[in-house]
């Protein structure tokens, strides 16, 4: 049983383009983040929901929208794509936040 | 405010030793540690509340000194699945509590070889 899933594994599409990534947990926990890793290995926080409540949001464009229709799911909505979106993007969860979290096995994202 | 780790890289052989350093300029409530292998996702070894607590899981093991801010994150007898890249993760004290947000350091790249 996978405990964080992400759909799709892998998305490639132009600039300008408006795409979602979906993430579904099944381990009961409360909290769920999207973080980015750049092509550095530099892992960046994004968003981050409590029992559906927004709790963090860093300095991201306006052009990424989280949407968390329950607390099993968290969705990534980014519009107008950019090349600099390019990287891959992990949803987590965890019981409380920042508690112990685990990672979905990730989205790679390329914009072309 | 992005902790600072060192080394950036490390190899080692089989059966050596390795200290991760991780630190910051702002108080912390807590230190994370998690191990990346190539192409995978990160996975969590370890929390460190302060209070200068020590973590141990196997041959791996971490401390935390809350008051110099710093934590280490200690690999004895290297394994050859111990290769990856560890990140630490600081959350940074807000008003004796959390700020709920978990701030990642570049990494460490660990490579052992046989």
Known sequence: DTAVSQTPKYLVTQMGNDKSIKCEQNLGHDTMYWYKQDSKKFLKIMFSYNNKELIINETVPNRFSPKSPDKAHLNLHINSLELGDSAVYFCASSQ???YEQYFGPGTRLTVT | QQPVQSPQAVIL???EDAVINCSSSKALYSVHWYRQKHGEAPV?????????EQ???DKI???FNEKKQQSSLYLTASQLSYSGTYFCGTEEENSGGSNYKLTFGKGTLLTVNP
Not at chain 2, 44 to 52: A, E, R, S, Y
């Open chain 1, 96 to 98: 409380l936040p920042t």
């Open chain 2, 13 to 15: 052989r089989e059966g």
């Open chain 2, 44 to 52: 969590f070894l370890m929390i460190l509340l302060k209070g200068g």
């Open chain 2, 55 to 57: 973590k141990g899981h």
């Open chain 2, 61 to 63: 093991s971490a401390s």
